[in-house]
């Protein structure tokens, strides 16, 4: 078993509607959770951190978390055809010394 | 602020050929990392400095070394090139805030070929 897995897509979605991306992580004590967006030929640009249980939003974008069910999504509202990309899942497990584990990532297209 | 910065940005090596990549950031961060990242493996961790003066082997450290010059600058060594390092290569670098989640934020990368 991957330890951050994603369904790797691509998930299409129409303009304004709602994108729903998710991640869940083998690893129980995993306390740091994130969410980057890459374009096509791009580095990972950071979009979301969420380390508590329950919701956290930032303009369009919100991260929800679910450490009973070892489950973390990404809900990006009124999507818009700039959203188009591969989002990446990345996880920090307790004593692992600040190291990101990522997964494959979701490529997300939001079709005009 | 520059961020994180990469050089080269695109680089050729034969079989065997040795080459440093070079990283730097200007955000007065700790911590620094170098990723590669593969078609259909994601991103994975070489090696990591969490601090000036100290170095750790990542998931994936075989065939690489790393100097951390100094608190700003992190740099790859491939020794002998083989085209399974074929890949592009990230830095990144955190620091803790508030919440002590240590966010990482990446270089432009260098996409490195070899033949």
């Known amino acids: 078993q991957k330890e951050v897995e994603q369904n790797s897509g691509p998930l299409s979605v129409p303009e304004g509607a709602i994108a729903s991306l998710n991640c869940t992580y083998s690893?129980?004590?995993?306390?740091?959770f994130f969410w980057y967006r890459q374009y096509s030929g791009k580095s990972p640009e950071l979009i979301m951190s969420?380390?508590?249980?329950g919701d956290k939003e930032d303009g369009r974008f919100t991260a929800q978390l679910n450490k009973a069910s070892q489950y973390v999504s990404l809900l990006i509202r009124d999507s818009q055809p700039s959203d188009s990309a591969t989002y990446l899942c990345?996880?920090?497990?307790?004593?692992?010394?600040?190291?990101?584990?990522f997964g494959s990532g979701t490529q997300l297209t939001v079709l005009p | 602020n520059a961020g994180v910065t990469q050089t080269p940005k695109f680089q050729v090596l034969k079989t065997g050929q040795s080459m440093t990549l070079q990283c730097a950031q200007d955000?007065?961060?700790?911590?620094m990392y170098w990723y590669r990242q593969d078609p259909g493996m994601g991103l994975r961790l070489i090696y990591y400095?969490?601090?000036?003066?100290?170095?750790d082997k990542g998931e994936v450290p075989n065939g690489y070394n790393v100097s951390r010059l100094n608190k700003r600058e992190f740099s790859l060594r491939l020794e002998s090139a083989a085209p399974s390092q074929t890949s592009v290569y990230f830095c990144?670098?955190?620091?803790?805030?508030?919440?002590?989640?240590?966010?990482?934020?990446f270089g432009p990368g260098t996409r490195l070929t070899v033949t």
């Open positions: 400095s969490a601090s000036e003066g100290t170095t």
């Open positions: 955000m007065n961060h700790n911590s």
């Open positions: 969420i380390y508590s249980n």
């Open positions: 690893d129980r004590v995993s306390q740091s």
């Open positions: 990345a996880v920090i497990r307790t004593g692992s010394a600040r190291q990101l584990t």
């Open positions: 990144a670098s955190s620091e803790a805030s508030i919440a002590d989640i240590y966010e990482q934020y």
